[in-house]
């Protein structure tokens, strides 16, 4: 699928002939310049990612302001290095001193705050550099860090974590320092590092190396940031230098190109791919790879951009970031473990085999349309980065790759060059690894981008009500392919079903817990991937991407400053160009006491647990079409109606109160009486509560009544909960109505539950048997009498075909019994069934991340994937991607 923007704005103006407002520009090939748009959706921005430049101006720092907004506005994000901007330490032209960059990521900061991106849910994505010689690098390593204290000065004193965190600067936008080759040898050798002057680069002020990494490390321990851009390295693999340094990326640190530039994204579901015999499908990728990247191209010269140089940049040269997502689930899928040499050697055989079907396919395009413009001052540097890309697949072990996707890799470099050295290429760039928040959701994928599974069980809220718990769908996969009997792979899902962890199934062999460790620890085990594995599937994929790779290297909460400077050192030797390193805990999103007293700290922990613990208020709607019935009454000569609507049980869920030839004041009175009471009701207080707690109120209005079972009535609330207790709650009219002589009303509830769960079992027990019979034609009586006869037993299935295994195949287990088991504990009364299970599904990432914020759509869980947040719930992507 293309990103998200595409999604946004892409079509918006052909189909729906929506205009938009007249900002951004567009290539036209007319007059071979850019353009201003008449119309923003006519010429849509289809680019996530863009990286802007900014001058030593007032007139452009405020211009790249505007810049921004616009960009989040239509649902893209932008990264800017600030480094070109004098340091607090120099002096302005017409004397005074400078505010350094640092004030001005205030502004930025703000802007990005009040704009979401895409104009709708989507938080702005914003990246910020500065590179490790400037003067004010150690204010930048640490502004964060310091902000984070404020929010906790602030939380301790009882601010809300949200307005707390709202109350502080730069939490809209991530941070990374550029680090050379020069700093980090500095920093092995504890060597002295001297920041020079942006305005006449004189040496302003000199620090241990050792110092600032320790900085950065303790600022990532803190908070998260910065993160660290290889600025060398990244240079090292730049086909374009004759046209400009590579300064900044965008704020997933994927895209890496020159200032001013743009890149459309779009990612490929590497599990569609996968053949029944566990192979991989090479020719299909390929193709897939073929089409994407002639799509892509085409979106360069149709879409808008922000600014009228990133327009140009954009034509002049064309860069594309195809990439993938579900690597966790194929490598899974075909039991190798993540952390493992041979999930390394196919991961980097499949990108070298993407990227080198791209840039030969970019090369037919050059034949074609020709190469883009900035190339032949590039050809040598780019002909000699295409030629690093086929030394390294040349390099790919033999011996944990299978003959065809070797071949296949080293033939596609092959191609490139040869194809690349005759005709150019089309694209200066064609390959990244996004993170695939949103996309990845629409695709299907259980796992984002280049991330291992982040758990085995996940939860899903039903339309309806009530939730599913699934397990991993290629946990039945890994299984049949280890050797594992139907019998063993059923009896090790139920295991993880019920523990949500595999480390307790029994009949699995020791030997082959690796291949299923995920990102995060189960909550009722023990393993995880550790943190080093991240960055070695990162090296494996590194040497063939244009690009970069947006990952989360997940760390423990009990990681230390010194362990977090090791990754980045490690990350730095293994040639990557980021890294972006999370531990969990960093955010103090909880309430913390303040109180001195170590017993009372106690008392405050065990009073806050009991309230998590506690459930959680659950609105239980009445559906939009539903019963009701009226009731006209008469209270001392004053008229009105009640009308209560019904839940499918016969039970009450909302009031209507209407009064007849009564005043707007009794009237709107009786309104908001109605309306507390229908939310009462959906959100669970027995109606036997109300009733007690509102009858024999005494006040006007009072007197006789129409209704001979209640003859008086001492106020009209008086009435309608007597009312409502002698209609809806059973024994009620005898207690307390002696004179009541109606027939008893018939209770619905339980004959009405019962009858429902019982059709919702045999609906799934008939879906069962139809799957498990495939396309086998069965006559009608036959189906009765399988879908009331028991399940067959295990001996008697092994003797089906193979691809006769429904839900086990898909989801490891029965999915019939698991809606039989939502609905019967919802609609059979369990006390608190719906918020339980609303506890259940929040509470699945929790002990991940205990500082995960919700979702701004749905309000579930989300987890940390790249430097964004997604909700495994509803697929919303709190970022750029």
């Known amino acids: 699928l293309f990103n998200s923007p595409v999604?946004?704005?892409?079509?918006?103006?052909?189909?729906?002939?929506?205009?938009?407002?007249?900002?951004?520009?567009?290539?036209?090939?007319?007059?071979?310049?850019?353009?201003?748009?008449?119309?923003?959706?006519?010429?849509?921005?289809?680019?996530?990612?863009?990286?802007?430049?900014?001058?030593?101006?007032?007139?452009?720092?405020?211009?790249?302001?505007?810049s921004e907004a616009m960009l989040f506005k239509h649902g893209s994000g932008t990264g800017t290095d600030l480094s070109t901007l004098r340091s607090s330490r120099e002096k302005l032209s017409g004397g005074g001193k400078p505010s350094g960059p640092l004030s001005f990521m205030r502004v930025y900061d703000q802007v990005a705050a009040v704009i979401k991106s895409g104009g709708k849910t989507r938080r702005a994505?914003?990246?910020?550099?500065?590179?490790?010689?400037?003067?004010?690098?150690?204010?930048?390593?640490?502004?964060?860090?310091?902000?984070?204290?404020?929010?906790?000065?602030?939380?301790?004193?009882?601010?809300?974590?949200?307005?707390?965190?709202?109350?502080?600067?730069?939490?809209?936008?991530?941070?990374?320092?550029?680090?050379?080759?020069?700093?980090?040898?500095?920093?092995?050798?504890?060597a002295p590092w001297t920041t020079v002057a942006v305005t006449t680069g004189k040496p302003v002020e000199t620090y241990h190396a050792r110092t600032l990494m320790e900085l950065i490390a303790e600022g990532t321990r803190v908070c998260g940031d910065p993160g660290l851009q290889y600025h060398t390295t990244i240079n090292k693999w730049h086909t374009c230098p004759n046209s400009g340094p590579i300064n900044a990326s965008n704020p997933c640190s994927e895209y890496m190109f020159i200032d001013n530039s743009a890149c459309n994204l779009a990612s490929l579901n590497l599990m569609k791919f996968r053949t029944e015999d566990g192979g991989f499908d090479v020719e299909r990728f390929k193709h897939a790879v073929r089409l994407f990247i002639i799509a892509q191209d085409i979106l360069v010269d149709n879409g808008s951009y922000p600014e009228q140089t990133i327009a140009e940049n954009s034509h002049r040269f064309r860069p594309l970031g195809l990439g993938y997502a579900n690597l966790g689930s194929l490598m899974m899928s075909l039991a190798m473990p993540y952390d493992s040499d041979q999930a390394r050697t196919w991961a980097g055989a499949i990108t070298a085999i993407m990227t080198g079907t791209?840039?030969?396919?970019?090369?037919?395009?050059?034949?074609?349309?020709?190469?883009?413009?900035?190339?032949?001052?590039?050809?040598?540097?780019?002909?000699?980065?295409?030629?690093?890309?086929?030394?390294?697949?040349?390099?790919?072990?033999?011996?944990?790759?299978?003959d065809e996707l070797l071949s296949a890799a080293k033939n596609a470099w092959d191609q490139a060059f040869d194809a690349g050295t005759q005709y150019g290429f089309r694209n200066a760039q064609t390959t990244v690894l996004a993170p695939t928040g949103t996309i990845g959701f629409m695709m299907d994928c259980d796992t984002t981008g280049v991330e291992p599974d982040i758990a085995l069980v996940k939860y899903k809220t039903l339309a309806g009500g009530g939730m599913l718990k699934l397990v991993n769908r290629t946990v039945p996969m890994a299984l049949e392919r280890l050797g594992y009997s139907p019998e063993d792979i059923r009896e090790i899902c139920e295991t993880i079903d019920k523990d949500d962890t595999i480390e307790t199934a029994t009949k699995l062999r020791p030997e082959h817990l690796s291949v299923f460790d995920c990102a995060f620890k189960p909550k009722n085990g023990s393993r995880h991937i550790h943190y080093t594995a991240h960055l070695r599937m990162m090296a494996a994929v590194q040497p063939f991407l244009s690009g970069a790779i947006s990952k989360t290297i997940n760390m423990p909460k009990e990681s230390t400053a010194e362990e977090i400077m090791t990754a980045y050192m490690e990350?730095?030797?293994?040639?990557?160009k980021a890294v972006a390193i999370y531990r969990d805990g960093s955010k103090r999103l909880q309430p913390v006491n303040t109180s001195t007293s170590s017993g009372d700290k106690k008392k405050q922990k065990n009073a806050e647990t009991a309230e998590a613990a506690a459930p959680r208020p659950y609105r239980h709607r009445l559906p939009e079409t539903r019963q009701s019935i009226t009731h006209k009454f008469s209270v001392a000569g004053h008229e009105g109606y009640l009308t209560v609507g019904l839940y499918d049980d016969g039970q009450p869920g909302e009031l209507f109160i209407t009064m007849a030839k009564e005043g707007s004041t009794v009237g709107g009175l009786m309104d908001v009486v109605g309306t507390c009471v229908s939310m009462a009701?959906?959100?669970?207080?027995?109606?036997?509560?109300?009733?007690?707690?509102?009858?024999?109120?005494?006040?006007?209005?009072?007197?006789?009544?129409?209704?001979?079972?209640?003859?008086?009535?001492?106020?009209?609330?008086?009435?309608?909960?007597?009312?409502?207790?002698?209609?809806?709650?059973?024994?009620?009219?005898?207690?307390?109505?002696?004179?009541?002589?109606?027939?008893?009303?018939?209770?619905?509830?339980?004959?009405?539950?019962?009858?429902?769960?019982?059709?919702?079992?045999?609906?799934?027990?008939?879906?069962?048997?139809?799957?498990?019979?495939?396309?086998?034609?069965?006559?009608?009586?036959?189906?009765?009498?399988?879908?009331?006869?028991?399940?067959?037993?295990?001996?008697?299935?092994?003797?089906?075909?193979?691809?006769?295994k429904p839900a086990l195949d898909r989801f490891g287990q029965q999915i019939s019994d698991r809606i039989v088991q939502v609905v019967s504990s919802t609609l059979t009364g369990q006390d608190n069934a719906e918020a339980s299970l609303m506890l259940q599904f929040n509470g699945q990432f929790e002990h991940f991340q205990d500082d995960a914020p919700p979702c701004d759509v749905c309000g579930s869980i989300c987890v940390r994937n790249g430097t964004c947040y997604r909700c495994y719930n509803c697929g919303n992507s709190m970022g750029c991607s």
């Open 7 to 66: 999604w946004f704005n892409v079509g918006l103006y052909d189909v729906y002939d929506i205009r938009g407002s007249e900002h951004n520009y567009h290539w036209d090939e007319k007059q071979q310049k850019a353009v201003p748009c008449t119309s923003s959706y006519e010429f849509p921005q289809a680019s996530a990612c863009f990286i802007q430049s900014v001058e030593d101006t007032m007139e452009d720092i405020m211009r790249l302001a505007r």
């Open 125 to 190: 994505a914003k990246m910020q550099s500065l590179k490790i010689g400037h003067p004010d690098i150690k204010e930048f390593i640490t502004c964060k860090t310091e902000e984070e204290k404020k929010a906790w000065a602030l939380i301790e004193e009882g601010y809300s974590p949200d307005e707390a965190y709202n109350s502080v600067m730069f939490q809209n936008s991530n941070l990374s320092v550029r680090v050379t080759d020069e700093f980090m040898e500095a920093v092995e050798k504890d």
């Open 358 to 402: 791209a840039y030969s396919v970019s090369a037919e395009l050059a034949a074609v349309k020709g190469a883009f413009s900035e190339f032949e001052k590039n050809q040598a540097s780019m002909l000699n980065v295409i030629g690093m890309h086929r030394e390294h697949a040349y390099n790919i072990p033999e011996v944990y790759c299978p």
């Open 571 to 576: 990350g730095w030797k293994l040639g990557l």
């Open 681 to 804: 009701l959906q959100y669970g207080v027995p109606l036997i509560t109300l009733v007690d707690k509102f009858r024999h109120a005494r006040f006007e209005p009072a007197g006789m009544t129409s209704n001979k079972n209640i003859p008086f009535a001492k106020s009209l609330i008086d009435y309608i909960f007597c009312w409502m207790g002698c209609q809806f709650i059973p024994g009620y009219a005898e207690k307390n109505t002696p004179n009541y002589t109606a027939p008893a009303v018939e209770n619905k509830t339980a004959a009405t539950a019962k009858e429902l769960v019982q059709k919702t079992q045999d609906l799934a027990r008939k879906i069962d048997q139809a799957k498990t019979t495939g396309k086998k034609n069965v006559s009608s009586n036959n189906s009765d009498k399988d879908a009331a006869a028991p399940r067959p037993s295990a001996e008697k299935k092994t003797a089906a075909p193979a691809p006769a």
